[in-house]
C-alpha cells in the first residue's frame, strides 16, 4: 500500500540530495531487525517539515535507533538539535553509534 500518491513521491524525491548513506545503513539494519521505522518518504516529509518551519529543536518522542532523528538532524540548521528519547538504552546507544558515524553526534 503506497502511503502517497505517485506525484507526491516524485516530489519529494526533487528536494535535492537527502539521502546521507547513514541513512540508509540504517534503514538496512531496521529491515534486517524487523524494526518498524518510518519509510524514506516519511523521512523527506519529515525533512520538508523541519527545514520550512525554521526549527532549531525537535523533541522526538520514542526515537528508537535513530532513523527518523537523522532526518530531523539533516534538516537542522548547524546549531540545531534533536532531543532523542526511548525507552531502551540499547536503541539509545544505536543513535549514538550511528550519529558520531555520520558526524552529526553534537546534534542529537
Known amino acids: 500500500m503506497a502511503i502517497f500518491e505517485e506525484p507526491v513521491r516524485k516530489y519529494l524525491y526533487t528536494l535535492g540530495q ?5 541513512l540508509k545503513e540504517m534503514q538496512a539494519y531496521g529491515e ?5 521505522i518510518v519509510n524514506c518518504e ?3 516529509v519529515l525533512y520538508q517539515l523541519t527545514t520550512l518551519s525554521k526549527a532549531k529543536k525537535v523533541f522526538e518522542l520514542g ?9 530531523f538532524a539533516l534538516a537542522l540548521p548547524p546549531n ?6 526511548d525507552g531502551d538504552p540499547e536503541n539509545t546507544k544505536l543513535t549514538h553509534h550511528y550519529f558520531k558515524k555520520a558526524g552529526l553526534l553534537k546534534k542529537v
Not at 18 to 22: N, T
Not at 32 to 36: A, I
Not at 63 to 71: A, D, E, L, P, V
Open 32 to 36: 534486517s531487525k524487523k524494526f518498524p
Open 63 to 71: 526515537s528508537g535507533f535513530g532513523y527518523s532523528t537523522m532526518w
Open 80 to 85: 540545531g538539535i534533536v532531543h532523542h528519547t
Open 42 to 44: 516519511v523521512g523527506r
Open 18 to 22: 537527502i539521502d546521507h548513506p547513514i
